[in-house]
């Protein structure tokens, strides 16, 4: 047993709200710089749409993360045989305008104007050559289902549903949709790190966190073209690529990542948990039906005295493995598993994990009031508005089961609930729903509790960084004592 | 084994003679790669002067130089021989007749040539003059009228279908002609297609063939001389290419500029239809496509 610690996410999308205050949060402080303009780290999107890049989840066009053939697993875009012929250009790249030209608007038009017959307005202007453009789209173009003929209608999750479902979720007082905010995975099977020629990206060994070495990297884009999830970028004024860094320097010092710490909805959750390194590889070639059920195997019970063992032999500290123990994102996914990984089907094994949203409930009007409908408040999954087979391709690898599990665990919880505040449902009913469901009155309590009274520290179990010890891996500390003293520090250049 | 016991053998003499053996050696390979070896008098206006010039052969491109040293005296032949261009850009009334019967071709500054070397040539000519008939009296060339088999003979050689039987390039390599069809031949050297006309007679012209003098292809052919049956068959093509010549040589070389235009149309489409499922964009087509 190979134990390593990740620091592992859950985005609860039952609770999201789409404002995108963790998208602003993260432009604010990591790519507010000159050729980071497109870039969001964090984004939200509308589901069903295309998202950003547009149809990122069509790994027909894009060609991103791993494939399985026959036994063996190989990246889709550029793999060894494929990178030497197209070292010059990559086949599949997104263009900027599948990202969107980032702009800005003339406000001192709105001063300088000279004085005529019409108010002065502030024209976009592109923020890449200076010139005014006509916006054509945006990175959430999308955005509360806008422009769904085009956007909604082409969601690649879409994919097996029938005529009638597709039409249904756009029909009028049916219409329905949810937000699928999205970060880097920081994978266990990165196809981002596989792809590069240059060696730049590297997982962390003491957290897990996928990074791109400023220095190292030669603006191959292979990691933009082989990442499933598009989330490294190309910034073409410092000419390195660029992702998610988790705000690491934030969490060294105990900080939530901004995206985490400024979610108004609270819907995200981190915490440690420990896997096995051993059995990435074997995982990774699993058939799809089998991928959510082995992804969650790989995770390992922190409170299990061999687990612990292996661990601290492994070099993880105490620390670590008991802020693995208090870990949010372990209960949602191992304990509960009402947390399911983004298109595992790509193979690169992300650890960011997804509570899949609840359907919001469905209203009619009757002359002067609102009704809910028959089936009430909860209604039946099966039948649920958001169709399953949706779910299911975005969590499931288009299998069903795992995602109707924490559906009915969810709608059950809110079952028991109701019936111990309201009252108005039996809770003999309640109980037999939370059985069928696969779930105790006490996990019920825990995932309510976890779910809706969460505070900050529930949400954020971050271990104290071992930075002293984690570098120890990378190199001697005291490789420059006594040899070096005031320096300058340099940043990122283009070229060598 | 063999190897070794001779490198053992050179490192022994190198260790027993020392330095001095090294510089011995250094200067042999400089000698032994020097162009102004000695060589005789015979043999160096075999190589150099023989194909335009005969002594009592009669007129190649250059003068027959029987007697020359009658018509002129030395001093003006050697330095004419040294430099002719000079000779004639001096506006010398004898070299300007020379030039006008050589129809304009100036003779070459031979290449290693040198006052004494052109002196011991002046003096070689004047004891060949002296002698019935010269060893320089001429190609054997046949005068037999050239037959449809010639001519088809030397296409084949020029093509380097026929290879040379001593081992030279083929002349397409480097010229061509026209109506060879295809690419036609090499751009390196001249167009071959009117030098039956330029050199003027086919003994002028198997003279030329036998050692050809010029700094390129002196180099190229030294080892390598063609026989006598190959110089016929050439001689024969090129006297039936200069005969059948069209006076308009741009169009072969308009046909090559066009068949590169074509190929190149050619080559982009098939790529484009190789890679036709290339990734061009995906918002614009959704977007279009709507």
């Known amino acids: 047993m190979q134990v390593r610690s990740q620091i592992s996410m859950v985005f609860h999308l039952d609770k999201c709200i789409g404002c995108h205050t963790c998208s602003i949060a993260c432009k604010n402080i990591w790519t507010d710089r000159s050729g980071t303009e497109y870039m969001w780290w964090n984004n939200v999107e509308t589901k069903p749409g295309t998202g950003y890049p547009a149809q990122w989840e069509d790994q027909d066009k894009f060609a991103g993360g791993w494939e399985k053939k026959g036994d063996e697993i190989s990246l889709r875009s550029t793999d060894k045989k494929r990178i030497v012929p197209n070292i010059f250009h990559n086949p599949h790249m997104p263009s900027m305008d599948d990202y969107y030209e980032p702009w800005t608007y003339d406000y001192q038009n709105l001063f ?28 959430n173009w999308d955005d509360d289902l806008g422009g769904s003929k085009i956007y909604a209608a082409n969601d690649p999750n879409l ?68 990442c499933p ?37 609270r819907i995200r959750y981190l915490g440690v948990l420990l896997y096995d390194a051993e059995k990435i590889e074997h995982i990774a070639k699993l058939p799809d039906s089998e991928l959510v059920e082995g992804h969650r195997s790989m995770i390992l019970d922190p409170n299990d005295p061999e687990v612990i063992e292996s661990a601290k032999k492994c070099g993880i500290h105490d620390a670590v493995i008991d802020s693995a123990q208090k870990s949010p994102v372990y209960k949602f996914v191992k304990e509960w598993k009402v947390a399911l990984p983004p298109h595992i089907e790509y193979r690169t094994l992300p650890m960011l994990f997804y509570v899949p949203p609840m359907s919001p409930v469905m209203s009619q009007q009757n002359g002067d009031t609102v009704d809910h409908l028959n089936n009430g408040f909860f209604h039946d999954i099966e039948s649920s508005r958001v169709p399953m087979k949706f779910l299911a391709n975005l969590f499931g690898a288009g299998h069903e089961s795992k995602v109707a599990y924490a559906l009915k665990k969810q709608k059950a919880v809110r079952w028991y609930r109701r019936a111990m505040t309201v009252g108005d449902i039996d809770m003999a009913t309640a109980h037999k729903m939370l059985q069928a469901a696969d779930c105790s009155v006490e996990e019920a309590e825990a995932l309510y509790r976890l779910t809706s ?39 990122s250049r283009r070229g060598l | 084994m063999n190897d070794v016991t001779s490198l053992e053998r050179i490192q022994s003499w190198v260790e027993s003679e020392g330095w001095a053996a090294i510089l011995a050696a250094l200067l042999l390979v400089v000698v032994g790669v020097s162009p102004a070896r000695a060589e005789s008098p015979e043999d160096f206006f075999r190589q150099n002067c023989a194909s335009c010039h005969t ?5 190649l491109v250059g003068p027959d130089l029987k007697n020359v040293g009658q018509r002129q005296e030395g001093e003006w032949l050697v330095g004419f021989i040294l430099n002719p261009q000079a000779r004639i850009n001096s506006g010398d009334p004898y070299a300007q007749q020379l030039l ?50 010639d001519v088809r003979m030397g296409r084949e050689i020029f093509i380097g279908r026929n290879r040379l039987a001593a081992g030279g390039p083929a002349c397409a390599s480097c010229h061509t002609v026209n109506g060879l069809g295809g690419l036609s031949g090499g751009r390196l050297g001249p167009d071959l297609t009117k030098v039956y ?50 006076d308009d040589s741009t169009v072969p070389l308009l046909n090559f500029f066009l068949m590169g235009l074509l190929g190149t149309a050619l080559a982009l489409a098939i790529l484009d239809g190789i890679w036709r499922r290339r990734f061009r964009a995906v918002r614009r087509p959704l977007v279009d496509a709507s």
């Open chain 1, 453 to 491: 009274l969460c505070t900050f520290d529930d949400r954020f179990v971050i271990p104290p960084a071992q930075r002293e010890e984690a570098i120890e891996m990378m190199k001697d500390p005291h490789e420059h004592r006594q040899s070096v003293g005031f320096g300058f520090s340099s940043g």
């Open chain 2, 100 to 149: 006008d019967e050589a129809r304009g071709v100036v003779m070459p500054t031979v290449p290693g040539i040198s006052r004494a070397r052109a002196e011991a040539l002046l003096t070689m000519i004047a004891e060949q003059s002296a002698m019935e008939r010269s060893e320089f009296a001429g190609s054997k060339i046949s005068d037999r009228p050239f037959t449809e088999d």
């Open chain 2, 197 to 246: 006309e330029r050199i003027g007679s086919r003994p002028a012209l198997a003279a030329w063939l036998q050692g050809p003098a010029t700094t390129t292809m002196r180099p190229v052919f030294a080892g390598h001389p063609l026989s006598d049956d190959e110089i016929l068959s050439l001689v024969a093509f090129f006297e039936n290419a200069a005969r059948a010549a069209d």
């Open chain 1, 112 to 139: 300088n104007a000279p004085e005529g017959p019409d108010q002065p307005t502030a024209r976009p202007i592109s923020r890449v050559t200076g010139e005014y453009i006509d916006i054509e789209s945006g990175p």
């Open chain 1, 229 to 265: 999830y598009k989330k490294t970028y190309y910034n073409w004024h410092t000419g390195k690529s660029e992702k998610c860094i988790l705000c690491f320097p934030r969490l060294e010092t105990g900080q939530a990542p901004a995206c985490f710490h400024s979610c108004v909805g």
């Open chain 1, 159 to 226: 994919k097996g549903l029938s005529p009638d479902q597709r039409q249904q979720l756009s029909a009028i007082e049916r219409l329905v949709f949810f937000y699928f905010p999205r970060i880097c995975n920081h994978c266990l099977n990165p196809a981002c790190v596989a792809s590069c020629p240059s060696g730049a990206l590297y997982k962390r060994g003491e957290d897990g966190i996928v990074l791109i070495d400023q220095k190292r990297c030669r603006a191959w884009r292979s990691c933009v073209a082989a």
């Open chain 2, 55 to 59: 002594i009592g052969g009669g007129r």
